[in-house]
């Protein structure tokens, strides 16, 4: 009778729903606000992750998204150089001592705010980007905006304590997803040290799961009496790639042991799954076009997040159009395919045409309506 208790016991838990799994597993988070997230955006996992509150230098993810959205715009080179203004060498806090009218690359100074935290650094490129800071934060709003972070508003480019100067676990992870999609980012997040004005200046990186966690690729640490110990960091295993953000943490230790814990379940219990057809798309057909099929394909065709479990194994669902009228444009959606686990939609990716096809002039229907008439 015991050992039946003790099965229907353990088939109770392992029946629960997905919130409390992951509270079940992830018990020991300290930090009072955290977040997981893939890099498509979707949250994992939630501890108060909508919590306004200061965020100190992981202000400088979006400071670096603007940054590297110039440089790969043209509008930035890494080898352009930036001169400190007054403003900038006034910051205080983690810095590189900039001084007045000393002028460092792009580069340089981009590894100084991803590697030790540069306050003079992030406020200097603000004002190569926009001209003067408080534009850049304009900016910076602007970003945050389109990224549907709602919880944020940005008052400085560097994540001194300001009134106002709040964003959250959630809003932190989505930004940090936007900016770990720039590859070059991982090049300078991952640099454990590094020297500046020809090796007279050593940094050292001040994100120590780098030392400590398999699969990190950054990305920003922060602190200030007010915001507490905060964290955004990246990860990636098995084609997995995750964001864990903790904030208000006591201690360093501590912020990475949750930064760590909470890594660990995404990659314990998620899996990167690209999703293909179960069997090739067919074409579509076109009325009045100058062919009379068009080819298709998938827009997106990234991976997606799923749930590991064996038992919820993805189901894919293909509609398309039965015909389209011409004239058909090439990317012009067609159909849908729906990814769903568990009774659950996890992704809808849109099928579009993968060719233009013009209408059919009047030469054309002539020649069309000849040749049919012709078969008969």
């Known amino acids: 009778m015991k050992k039946i208790l003790c099965l229907l016991f353990a088939a109770f838990f392992i029946c629960l729903p997905l919130k409390a799994a992951e509270e079940e597993t992830l018990p020991g988070i300290k930090a009072p606000s955290a977040a997981l997230m893939d890099i498509n955006g979707e949250a994992l996992f939630e501890k108060n992750a909508h919590e306004k509150r200061p965020i100190a230098s992981v202000t400088k993810v979006m400071t670096l998204l603007l940054v590297f959205e110039e440089i790969d715009g043209g509008a930035l080179s890494l080898s352009d150089t930036v001169t400190a203004s007054a403003h900038a060498c006034s910051m205080g806090g983690s810095q590189i001592w900039l001084e007045e009218g000393e002028t460092l690359s792009v580069e340089d100074m981009v590894k100084a705010v991803v590697i030790c935290s540069a306050n003079d650094c992030a406020v200097a490129l603000a004002e190569k980007v926009s001209g003067t800071e408080d534009a850049f934060v304009a900016r910076m709003n602007e970003r945050a905006k389109e990224l549907s972070m709602n919880d944020t508003h940005f008052v400085n480019a560097c994540g001194l304590d300001a009134e106002g100067h709040v964003s959250s676990a959630h809003d932190v992870a989505v930004m940090s997803c936007e900016l770990i999609k720039h590859e070059k980012v991982k090049e300078y997040a991952t640099i454990w040290q590094d020297t500046l004005r020809g090796g007279e200046f050593t940094m050292t990186n001040t994100n120590k799961l780098l030392r400590s966690y398999r699969g990190i690729t950054g990305l920003k640490t922060g602190f200030t009496s007010k915001a507490g110990y905060c964290l955004s960091a990246t990860a990636e295993k098995d084609g997995l790639s995750l964001c864990a953000v903790v904030l208000g943490g006591s201690a360093a230790k501590e912020r990475n042991a949750d930064v760590s814990a909470i890594l660990d379940y995404g990659f314990a219990n998620y899996v990167s799954f690209t999703p293909t ?14 062919k009379e099929f068009v080819p298709v394909e998938l827009s997106n065709k990234g991976p997606v997040t799923l749930r590991r479990a064996a038992s919820d194994k993805p189901e894919k669902t293909v509609t398309l159009e039965d015909a389209l009228k011409a004239p058909v444009k090439k990317g012009q959606k067609v159909g849908e395919m729906t990814v769903t686990q568990g009774g659950k939609t996890v992704s ?29």
């Open 277 to 290: 057809p179960d069997r090739p798309l067919m074409p579509v057909k076109v009325r009045m076009g100058e």
């Open 348 to 376: 809808r990716i849109d099928i579009v045409a993968s060719s233009d096809v013009p209408r059919l002039g009047f030469g054309g229907i002539f020649k069309r309506l000849f040749r049919t008439a012709t078969m008969r």
